[in-house]
């Protein structure tokens, strides 16, 4: 087996919330996923430097639009019938660290091999990176009564998102070198 990595990795603590999805829930959200992109990227203009910076934040800010509007609907679901069945059930983890690939966090759910999940995270607040992505459970290890470390694959990433965290990563990085050249 090849264990080299396709991406770079590195040590960053950040909160994840996830959810355990279904393999027709995994289709549904992978579809919602491709409409959302299609509906951002259909906004492409041709402007001056300044005037592209805008439509980047005009891009973001309908996706943001987007997302808010699907919380909305599922409150008001939530308010309306008082059905709360485990799609609404969202779980909170620490994110270990992070790739282009994937991610390790810890959490106090065990989650099998091979479950299919829905997260989202803020990467950074400045410049603020959110994502949202589907993945994989490919390891759960107890760490300790209660609490596991669970590696998640990226199954469905968007070609934008895993761009950012991959920029993010060798910022980064890029950071912690600056930092050692001045202390020697």
């Known amino acids: 087996m090849d264990n080299k990595?396709?991406?770079?990795r590195i040590p960053l603590e950040f909160e994840?919330?996830?959810?355990i999805t279904s393999e027709d829930e995994y289709k549904e959200l992978k579809?919602?996923?491709q409409e959302i992109l299609y509906l951002t990227n259909s906004y492409t203009f041709t402007f001056s430097s300044e005037e592209e910076f805008s439509?980047?934040?005009l891009k973001s800010i309908i996706r943001l639009l987007i997302h808010l509007d699907n919380k909305i609907d599922n409150i008001y679901e939530l308010l309306t019938t008082g059905n709360k069945n485990s799609k609404d059930i969202f779980y909170k983890g620490i994110g270990m660290d992070?790739?282009?690939a994937g991610l390790r966090m810890v959490t106090g759910k065990n989650l099998p091999m091979n479950t299919l999940i829905f997260a989202n995270f803020i990467l950074s607040k400045f410049p603020f990176i959110y994502i949202e992505l589907l993945g994989k459970v490919v390891r759960c290890e107890a760490i300790k009564k209660g609490e596991y470390s669970i590696a998640i694959d990226f199954v469905d990433i968007s070609h934008e998102d895993r761009e950012k965290i991959i920029e993010y990563i060798f910022q980064k990085q890029r950071r912690t070198l600056r930092e050692k050249r001045v202390k020697v």
């Open 5 to 8: 990595r396709r991406y770079v």
């Open 16 to 19: 994840v919330k996830f959810r």
């Open 31 to 33: 579809n919602k996923k």
């Open 55 to 57: 439509n980047i934040a």
């Open 98 to 100: 992070i790739s282009g």
